[in-house]
């Protein structure tokens, strides 16, 4: 199963930030973070090993413009999805918020169920992107670079353009076992130059990188005609 999706919450309104919060972690599917302001938000943002999937982020705060701080996130080369939360509907001001690098615009008001469906589907189109970035275990891994990195030891793997791809298919399985053709379609395409033994060894390769124990795997498991991906965590 992959882990929760850690959002940041920006916003001064304590009692919409908190019921955002609550329902945010009502199924376990997001871990949120909260910042009453800017300068909280850019703090949160500039900690070690800090690491967002995504900004909700209010327009009007007490000590600046969300949307000139969205122009400036991007700007610092921040690419999780960003989307707004105004008190305006207005057309002038959801094209400034979209031109400041917003993906996506919501008016207050809103359905709590609708931001959800946004930010869903904003997941899902960053996690398809170059830019995104996955927790693997103990590992933050960058498939853009083809790079994992170990926080807790500094630790910096590199990866080959398969292995990358093995690793990338198997978390969006969101811990279900991808049987071998599959896997081997996705990665090396219809080839029927390629066989099965082909994946076998990048996995075995890939195994002798990540796995403290490759004899015993415990984050890429071979399982049900195929491999696994048990992304969770170290706590």
Known sequence: MSSPHPILVVDDDMALRSA???????????????????????????A????????????????GDGRDFCKSLRAQGIKVPIIMLTGSADESDIVRGL???????????????????????????????????????????RPAVKQLLEPVKNKRIRLTDKEAAILKFLYRAEGKPVARQVLLNEVWGYNAAVTTHTLETHVYRLRQKIEPDPAVAKLLLTEGGGYRLDATPVS
């Open 20 to 46: 955002l919060v609550e329902q945010l972690v009502h199924d376990g599917e997001f871990a949120p973070t909260e910042a009453g302001n800017l300068a909280e938000a850019q703090a949160k943002l500039a």
């Open 48 to 63: 070690p090993n800090a690491r967002y999937d995504a900004i909700l982020l209010d327009v009007g705060l007490p000590d």
């Open 99 to 141: 031109d400041s690098g917003a993906n996506d615009y919501l008016a207050k008001p809103f359905r709590v169920n609708e931001l959800l469906a946004r930010l869903r589907a904003q997941l899902r189109s960053f996690e398809n992107s170059d830019d995104a970035v996955f927790t693997i275990g103990p590992y933050v891994f």
